[in-house]
């Protein structure tokens, strides 16, 4: 019986450089929508630095962390901790391919991942709001005796006046020069980006009215 081969260390040194020192991978597929960066800046500032960015060592590219990265630039970072790897260029775009599908296809285990996010905390609002996004993706509700407006107690209620139209009419236009016209006959300034108007104009929104 064949023994099995070791698997190979690749990792070669850890250490700190300037964010702006770093090499973004020109392959690097990844891209980081708003509340993603939000979320991360949020855990970032509350905690700190728990991970280092996988830098490969032979060709100097990133391999993991840009967005570390690009926030540690953003907020004047002076460092930014760094694990070197050593690959050659087909073995770096195979790490860069999988290193994040690979952690995506981690199943989650509803029991635990409830208790866990009962323990957590935090002041940041993009953190809660993934946390609070994390949680429903799982199908993870509150308790059953849980009741919104027990909570409310004591809270001021909100009341909003019924802002739905009389009637809804569609108007096609031909020209430019038609909407133009149409606009100075109703009154009211029409391009080609506007949507919808009232008629006649209402007035500017009133302050939201807040009652006992």
Excluded: C
């Amino acid at each position: 019986m064949a023994v099995a081969q070791t698997w190979q260390n690749r990792i070669v040194g850890s250490g700190e450089e300037a964010p702006d020192q770093l090499l973004a991978n020109p392959a690097n597929w990844r891209v980081h929508p708003r509340h993603q960066q939000e979320a991360l800046a949020g855990v970032l500032d509350e905690v700190g630095w728990v991970q280092q960015v996988i830098v490969n060592q032979r060709t100097g590219h990133l391999i993991d962390g840009h967005l570390r990265v690009a926030l540690a630039m953003r907020r004047g970072e002076p460092t930014v901790p760094v694990l070197y790897v050593d690959l050659d260029p087909e073995e770096e775009a195979l790490v860069l391919a999988t290193l994040d599908p690979l952690a995506a296809l981690a199943a989650a285990d509803a029991e635990k991942l409830d208790a866990l996010l009962r323990d957590v905390s935090t002041n940041e609002a993009a953190v809660q709001e993934m946390l609070e996004m994390l949680a429903a993706q799982n199908g993870l509700v509150p308790p059953d005796d849980f009741n919104a407006e027990d909570e409310w107690v004591g809270m001021p209620a909100y009341e909003q006046e019924d802002k739905r139209p009389a009637a809804k009419i569609t108007v096609y236009f031909q020209t430019r020069e038609a909407i133009a016209e149409f606009g100075r006959l109703i009154g009211q300034g029409i391009t080609e980006k506007t949507k919808w108007v009232w008629y006649p104009p209402r007035p500017p929104e009133e302050p939201v009215r807040w009652v006992e």
